[in-house]
Nanobody, 124 residues
């Protein structure tokens, strides 16, 4: 069974950093895309970043480019999201999800096997 579990959220001041982890089980990253998404109260879920280890490609939404970095440790079956220079508007529940294939996309409808989420709160 494909499962992912997020961790690493917390409370941080604006300008600070956090590193989120997405631990996967039931599959290996080869042939899958792992995506990070977030949902703020009253807003729709939006894609933040994704990675295809097989294709060696990553993608970021414009609002996090230059501040967030996605990476994968295939030996640990874990994907990380390093978030630097955090802003108040980054506050949300962050989720990781899995998509079979190598095509990069940040449409939540293309992903299944969602984790339970981890809260990130940035104080201004």
């Amino acid at each position: 069974e494909v499962q992912v579990v997020e961790s690493g959220g917390g409370l941080v001041q604006a300008g600070g950093s956090l590193r989120l982890s997405c631990a996967a089980s039931g599959f290996t990253f080869d042939g899958y895309v792992i995506g990070w998404f977030r949902q703020a109260p009253g807003k729709e879920r939006e894609g933040v970043s994704c990675i295809s280890s097989s294709a060696g490609t990553t993608y970021y939404v414009d609002s996090v480019k230059g501040r967030f970095t996605i990476s994968s440790d295939n030996a640990k079956n874990t994907v990380y999201l390093q978030m630097n220079r955090l802003k108040f508007e980054d506050t949300a529940v962050y989720y990781c999800a899995v998509r079979r294939g190598v095509v990069i996309t940040l449409d939540p409808r293309d992903f299944g096997s969602w984790g339970q989420g981890t809260q990130v709160t940035v104080s201004s």
